[in-house]
């Protein structure tokens, strides 16, 4: 909102067929003029009409705001599909240590019981 569109050759003409002179009517138009152009500046200063959004403002936002939030959820995809891949190996690598482990202590029981059974059969 720049300017409000305001003829002034077509004032100046309407103020000489009033009977106006050409001075007259060149002074007034350029006063008319100057008060159209301030009552627009106080109008702007009082509502802040630089600060006011069009449909168009948010129009183009929107398209801005879907754009961007569809780069993120890409992102957050592929993210997501790291952590997953992540964990899945986490979890083999958990179950195969236990898997040791408890191979291990398997054996360990085994031979334990074995060596007592031995123990026992000597002493007998």
Known sequence: M???????????????????????????????????????????????????????????LEVVLRTEI???????SHKIELLRADTRRDQAETKADLTRWIVAAGFLQTTVIVAVLLKIAHLV
């Open 70 to 76: 569809k780069a993120l959820e890409s992102e957050l």
């Open 2 to 60: 720049n300017a409000i569109p305001f003829d002034t050759l077509k004032f100046a003409l309407r103020l000489k067929a009033a009977g106006f002179t050409e001075a007259q009517a060149e002074v007034i138009t350029e006063m008319q003029k100057e008060v159209v152009d301030n009552t627009l500046e106080q109008a702007r200063h009082d509502f802040h009409l630089d600060d006011v959004s069009t449909k168009r403002d948010l129009k183009d």
